[in-house]
């Protein structure tokens, strides 16, 4: 098997009483869709706020692209290559369409922001954006006020930022979240042919989106992976049909 | 042209013929009114910055006003008593020259900015305005107590400094240069709201957890806009210096932070010439309110209760309608 592009070893991590990751250690390889179930307050956010940063974990690793990047804060990771999207869409509302996937090109850019340009003119960053929006189908909508979106489209726009930056890995907290039917299967679709470009941790409820996708499958409850396997291994995995799949289905 | 580009043209134009008009019919105390629109209206571009662009709520501002105001009355005041500022150990001497003191004005309320600003941009809401008013009161309580600089009495400074080509002291000409830097302030800002750091600076304001999540620094961006911010309200403190021709503690005092964000408020908070506007509402109500009554801050109050209530986005927004988002 190749290196991981991204590992957490042993992480774990306590609010008060409350053990919200108990030593997990997942890894995510080249290629794949590694997807994360589990019911709600099993603690997926908690892990995604760690790999991604803003959380330190009381005791474990953090691992990206073979580096120890625990320690690293957030906007570092993201400059490595770690792309993140939203549970609840973190854009900024009063912007356009156009302006939030810019904000994303600007920061794969990196280098020293510039004062005095237009944002909007500068071909480089224009490309990018259109070239993002344009790929998970919202180009139309360019110059649309982001608060005007409906649900699903924001999740597409917290795609389109994550695809401007040029990751090397992407960790999507449910991007099918209030989307429909038909945006669900576009969506899946997409990430279907995405886990090409990079590998993608995946929180999902959308069951039928999840299993058609992932690769790999890690159930979470209470704070704990109880199983890391294939869709097939997972379904036929007693446990989590008692722990999981039995109680939501 | 938008509506809102059509409103802030006239505002412009409206602040420079006002004094023009009392030039021609020799009425110098319109044109010193007009001056003083235009200085205040510079300090609330600075502010605007933080406030509208970068969602600071500084309670300090007054801070880096009297800094503007101290650089402006320390150095005319070795110039005028012919006393360098020190000897050792490279002599500095005072100046009258107004470039210099701009510079000057404008270094030392950045500086300030930049360390204030290192500090309380860790904290945020409540105890973000809270801790930018404790520094205000900190420079207000050191200029009343410093006896050097005149104290609790403020520094007088005899004759208005110097412009290269321009007689200063030709009120028409002394508000030709205070508009002149108000009109560079204000094309400042709109490139700067416009430009990759604009955009960034806004998202900042939005959702800061998007913008580190694209690798940018929430708390870089907001400092170089505090930093910004707090250097063209000293530029406009030095002038304000230059205008009365005299500098007090009370351009340190929270009163004065208060008023700087009251034109903002009054005006429009983040519209480009939200301080303009409100600026010049501010010192027409205190013209004829003034006359009327000591207590016209009543009737301020009132006004911008309603403006408050009722018309969150200031004059400009009344008139200009909803911030459209620009492409």
Same mark, same amino acid.
């Given at each position: 098997?190749?290196?991981?592009?991204?590992?957490?070893?042993?992480?774990?991590?306590?609010?008060?009483?409350?053990?919200?990751?108990?030593?997990?250690?997942?890894?995510?390889?080249?290629?794949?869709?590694?997807?994360?179930?589990?019911?709600?307050?099993?603690?997926?956010?908690?892990?995604?706020?760690?790999?991604?940063?803003?959380?330190?974990?009381?005791?474990?690793?953090?691992?990206?692209?073979?580096?120890?990047?625990?320690?690293?804060?957030?906007?570092?990771?993201?400059?490595?290559?770690?792309?993140?999207?939203?549970?609840?869409s973190?854009l900024a509302m009063e912007d356009t369409v156009?302006q939030n996937?810019?904000?994303?090109?600007?920061?794969?850019?990196?280098?020293?922001?510039?004062?005095?340009?237009?944002?909007?003119?500068?071909?480089?960053?224009?490309?990018?954006?259109?070239?993002?929006?344009?790929?998970?189908?919202?180009?139309?909508?360019?110059?649309t006020v982001t608060a005007e979106l409906?649900?699903?489209q924001r999740?597409?726009l917290?795609?389109?930022?994550?695809?401007?930056?040029?990751?090397?890995?992407?960790?999507?907290?449910?991007?099918?979240?209030?989307?429909?039917?038909?945006?669900?299967?576009?969506?899946?679709?997409?990430?279907? #042919?995405?886990?090409?470009?990079?590998?993608?941790?995946?929180?999902?409820?959308?069951?039928?989106?999840?299993?058609?996708?992932?690769?790999?499958?890690?159930?979470?409850?209470?704070?704990?992976?109880?199983?890391?396997?294939?869709?097939?291994?997972?379904?036929?995995?007693?446990?989590?049909?008692?722990?999981?799949?039995?109680?939501?289905? | 042209?938008?509506? #809102?580009?059509?409103?802030?043209?006239?505002?412009?134009?409206?602040?420079?013929?006002?004094?023009?008009?009392?030039?021609?019919?020799?009425?110098?105390?319109?044109?010193?009114?007009?001056?003083?629109?235009? *200085?205040?209206?510079?300090?609330?571009?600075?502010?605007?910055?933080?406030?509208?662009?970068?969602?600071?709520?500084?309670?300090?501002?007054?801070?880096?006003?009297?800094?503007?105001?101290?650089?402006?009355?320390?150095?005319?005041?070795?110039?005028?008593?012919?006393?360098?500022?020190?000897?050792?150990?490279?002599?500095?001497?005072?100046?009258?020259?107004?470039?210099?003191?701009?510079?000057?004005?404008?270094?030392?309320?950045?500086?300030?900015?930049?360390?204030?600003?290192?500090?309380?941009?860790?904290?945020?809401?409540?105890?973000?305005?809270?801790?930018?008013?404790?520094?205000?009161?900190?420079?207000?309580?050191?200029?009343?107590?410093?006896?050097?600089?005149?104290?609790?009495?403020?520094?007088?400074?005899?004759?208005?400094?110097?412009?290269?080509?321009?007689?200063?002291?030709?009120?028409?000409?002394?508000?030709?240069?205070?508009?002149?830097?108000?009109?560079?302030?204000?094309?400042?800002?709109?490139?700067?709201?416009?430009?990759?750091?604009?955009?960034?600076?806004?998202?900042?304001?939005?959702?800061?957890?998007?913008?580190?999540?694209?690798?940018?620094?929430?708390?870089?961006?907001?400092?170089?806009?505090?930093?910004?911010?707090?250097?063209?309200?000293?530029?406009?403190?030095?002038?304000?210096?230059?205008?009365?021709?005299?500098?007090?503690?009370?351009?340190?005092?929270?009163?004065?932070?208060? #008023?700087?964000?009251?034109?903002? *408020?009054?005006?429009?908070?983040?519209?480009?010439?939200?301080?303009?506007?409100?600026?010049?509402?501010?010192?027409?109500?205190?013209?004829?309110?003034?006359?009327?009554? #000591?207590?016209?801050?009543?009737?301020?109050?009132?006004?911008?209760?309603?403006?408050?209530?009722?018309?969150?986005?200031?004059?400009?927004?009344?008139?200009?309608?909803?911030?459209?988002?620009?492409?």
């Amino acid at each position: 098997m190749t290196d991981p592009v991204l590992a957490t070893h042993g992480i774990t991590k306590s609010f008060g009483a409350v053990q919200a990751s108990r030593d997990i250690s997942l890894s995510l390889t080249p290629g794949e869709i590694h997807a994360v179930i589990g019911p709600n307050g099993a603690g997926k956010s908690t892990l995604i706020a760690q790999i991604c940063g803003g959380l330190a974990p009381d005791a474990g690793r953090v691992e990206f692209l073979g580096q120890d990047v625990t320690a690293l804060p957030t906007r570092q990771r993201a400059r490595m290559g770690l792309a993140r999207t939203f549970q609840i869409s973190a854009l900024a509302m009063e912007d356009t369409v156009l302006q939030n996937a810019t904000l994303g090109a600007l920061g794969a850019r990196g280098g020293p922001v510039g004062l005095l340009r237009n944002a909007l003119k500068d071909q480089d960053l224009r490309d990018k954006a259109m070239t993002a929006l344009e790929r998970v189908g919202l180009a139309a909508q360019a110059s649309t006020v982001t608060a005007e979106l409906s649900h699903g489209q924001r999740r597409q726009l917290e795609v389109a930022v994550a695809l401007t930056l040029g990751p090397r890995a992407f960790i999507m907290d449910e991007p099918m979240a209030g989307m429909g039917t038909e945006g669900s299967q576009r969506m899946t679709t997409f990430l279907d #042919e995405l886990r090409h470009e990079a590998p993608i941790l995946l929180v999902e409820h959308d069951m039928d989106a999840v299993f058609a996708l992932a690769d790999r499958l890690s159930v979470m409850v209470y704070g704990e992976i109880i199983a890391t396997g294939t869709v097939d291994e997972i379904r036929s995995n007693p446990q989590v049909r008692a722990a999981y799949l039995g109680e939501t289905t | 042209m938008s509506r #809102e580009n059509m409103i802030n043209a006239t505002l412009l134009l409206g602040l420079a013929v006002v004094p023009l008009y009392a030039w021609a019919t020799d009425e110098p105390f319109t044109i010193t009114l007009a001056t003083r629109v235009a *200085i205040l209206a510079l300090a609330g571009v600075g502010l605007n910055i933080a406030l509208g662009l970068g969602g600071l709520v500084s309670l300090g501002h007054a801070a880096f006003f009297g800094i503007g105001g101290y650089a402006m009355g320390i150095l005319a005041s070795h110039a005028q008593s012919y006393t360098p500022l020190m000897e050792v150990p490279f002599l500095i001497e005072g100046t009258k020259s107004m470039p210099v003191i701009w510079i000057t004005a404008l270094a030392a309320s950045a500086l300030a900015a930049l360390l204030i600003g290192a500090l309380s941009l860790r904290t945020s809401g409540v105890y973000f305005i809270m801790i930018t008013l404790a520094f205000g009161q900190m420079f207000y309580f050191f200029a009343i107590s410093w006896p050097a600089y005149g104290g609790e009495d403020g520094l007088s400074i005899y004759v208005r400094n110097d412009f290269p080509g321009l007689n200063t002291l030709d009120p028409i000409q002394f508000f030709g240069i205070c508009f002149a830097l108000l009109a560079l302030a204000l094309w400042l800002n709109a490139r700067l709201a416009h430009s990759p750091f604009g955009l960034a600076l806004n998202a900042t304001r939005q959702n800061a957890q998007r913008v580190e999540t694209v690798g940018l620094s929430p708390f870089r961006l907001r400092l170089a806009a505090f930093v910004i911010s707090g250097a063209i309200t000293g530029l406009a403190g030095a002038l304000f210096a230059d205008l009365n021709r005299f500098v007090s503690p009370t351009m340190f005092s929270w009163q004065m932070s208060g #008023e700087i964000m009251v034109f903002i *408020i009054l005006g429009g908070v983040g519209r480009l010439y939200g301080p303009v506007a409100g600026a010049a509402l501010f010192i027409t109500l205190e013209h004829f309110l003034g006359g009327l009554s #000591e207590f016209w801050h009543i009737y301020l109050g009132a006004l911008l209760l309603g403006v408050v209530l009722f018309a969150r986005g200031g004059v400009i927004g009344l008139l200009a309608g909803r911030k459209v988002a620009h492409d």
